[in-house]
């Protein structure tokens, strides 16, 4: 398949890297494991002049956990390290396990969490886990709280040239858990239909304090403030969860589409948000 | 435009000049002559690509060839050991894990990934590490038994 025309640098640091992309602006398209970006190049979608990629820069692809403070996880890290590494598996099983979601190995193999949160798919699988975390993001120039970074459709808050260096996503504390489910036709290689993210603290059977956000179903993921308020202070049971999932699912934009109706997006978003609040109450560190 | 590379390629140094603009898969088969990596969707989508890079299985339609600068890509030409055929392949064979062929070495290669990196997987392991190839032939199941043999006789191979 022929693309059009481009020119290719692999930067030698991230800061170089965004120089080019200050300086050529659009003629330049960053590129890290390359998994949304080639498609694009190769449906010309984006005719870049210089194609930039992070993937020989030094020290990005680090996966760190530190007791007391979180998990780092540098720009680089493939989504397959990520899913993998015991540090994540151990800690946070959650980000393990929505990372796991993406694509296939192949996919992950080259495809890294940061490209994925900057790509900004309404659906994209590392997201929602990372909302409800409350995750940070470490760019070029400051510190953004996951909550502010995603804008619309394949639009994120990032200015031109800044780029990501970290995603850090603080550790689950006594009496916390979380968890990510994703609803897709197939279980592999499918982008979801909806996906539904949990994290609760809980005080012995009462509901401290919760966060919940969906994938899929508006033109960014979505928190479902509603749910939230509804949850918040009482006492667990399912009868309260269902009440909340109703609520979650009309918090939901949904849109009909190849995958699926509108309707059948809210419907999923009220059993997913149950079924991945529980996961996050079945996940609770002692 | 074109740019040098210089990398490992199923296990021989490779100096040339590559496309910048051509997918691994088409620098492979087309200046490389190496035409056992297939060109199925160009998408992510079907693995008929999958090449090693630095022995992690990737679809090579979605990588750059000057990306494999300064890396080891193998291919399913440079599976074999010592000219025998690979566990994995002959397991294939022995099973009738293929028809038509299109899939296999695409299969194999995240196959040999697979029980490099978990040498006793599961059946549910197996069958998610080759999530991302399809084959419109066997209906997997040979497929999967395949690499379960090939698992176990390259235990007994280590014992
Ligand atoms: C067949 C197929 C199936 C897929 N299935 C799924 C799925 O099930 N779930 C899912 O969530 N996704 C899926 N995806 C999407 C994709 O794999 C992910 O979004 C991937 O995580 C992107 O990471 P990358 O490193 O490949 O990004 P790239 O393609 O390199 O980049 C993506 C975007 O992010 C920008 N970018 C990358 N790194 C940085 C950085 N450090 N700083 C600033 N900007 C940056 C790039 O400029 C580009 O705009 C699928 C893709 C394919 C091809
Ligand atoms: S040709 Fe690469 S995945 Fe189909
Ligand atoms: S054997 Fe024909 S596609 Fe798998």
């Known amino acids: ?286 | 435009m074109k740019k040098a590379i210089k990398f490992m390629l199923n296990g021989d140094p490779v100096e040339t000049l590559a496309d910048t603009n051509v997918t691994m898969t088409d620098f492979l088969r087309r200046d490389m002559h190496l035409t056992g990596t297939k060109r199925g969707c160009e998408e992510g989508e079907c693995g008929a690509c999958t090449i090693l890079l630095d022995r992690r299985p990737v679809a090579s339609c979605l990588m750059l060839a000057t990306e494999a600068e300064g890396h080891e890509i193998v291919t399913i030409e440079g599976i074999m050991e010592d000219g025998k055929l690979h566990p994995v392949q002959r397991q294939f064979v022995e099973k009738w894990a293929l028809q038509c062929g299109f899939c296999t070495p695409g299969m194999i290669i995240s196959a040999v990934a697979l029980l490099e990196e978990n040498p006793s997987p599961t059946e549910a392991e197996i069958r998610d590490a080759i999530a991302g190839n399809l084959c419109r032939c066997t209906g997997y199941a040979k497929i999967v038994e395949a690499i379960g043999a090939a698992a176990e006789s390259l235990s007994r191979k280590v014992a």
């Open chain 1, 1 to 286: 398949m022929t693309m059009p025309s481009f020119d290719f640098v692999a930067a030698k640091s991230l800061d170089q890297a965004a120089e080019m992309a200050v300086s050529l602006g659009g003629k330049c398209q960053i590129m890290a494991g390359g998994t949304d970006v080639m498609p694009l190049l190769r449906d010309r979608l984006i005719r870049p002049e210089l194609v930039v990629s992070l993937r020989e820069i030094p020290g990005l692809d680090k996966i760190e956990f530190k007791p007391g403070e979180g998990l780092r996880i540098g720009a680089l890290a493939t989504l397959d390290q990520i899913q993998a590494s015991p540090a994540v598996r151990d800690n946070l099983p959650a980000v393990a396990e929505a990372a796991h979601y993406v694509a296939s190995k192949q996919i992950r193999c080259k495809g890294t969490m940061a490209g994925n949160i900057c790509n900004a798919s309404p659906s994209a699988d590392t997201a929602c886990i990372l909302i409800v975390m409350g995750a940070k993001i470490l760019t070029t120039k400051r510190e953004i709280q996951i909550g502010d970074f995603f804008k619309g459709v394949k639009k994120t808050c990032l200015e031109p040239g800044e780029l990501v260096r970290e995603i850090f996503v603080p550790e689950l504390k006594s009496g916390e858990g979380s968890g990510y489910l994703k609803h897709a036709v197939r279980k592999a290689m499918d982008l979801a239909i909806i996906g539904v993210a949990s994290w609760v603290r809980m005080d012995g059977q009462k509901i401290a304090d919760c966060r919940m956000a969906f994938g899929g179903a508006g033109v960014t993921p979505l928190r479902a403030l509603q749910a939230e308020k509804h949850l918040k202070g009482k006492t667990y049971s399912e009868a309260l969860l269902e009440e909340a999932a109703v609520l979650a699912a009309a918090d939901a934009k949904p849109i009909s589409d190849v995958r699926a109706s509108a309707e059948y997006r809210s419907d999923m978003i009220r059993v997913y948000a149950k079924r991945s609040f529980k996961r996050a109450l079945e996940t609770l560190r002692s």
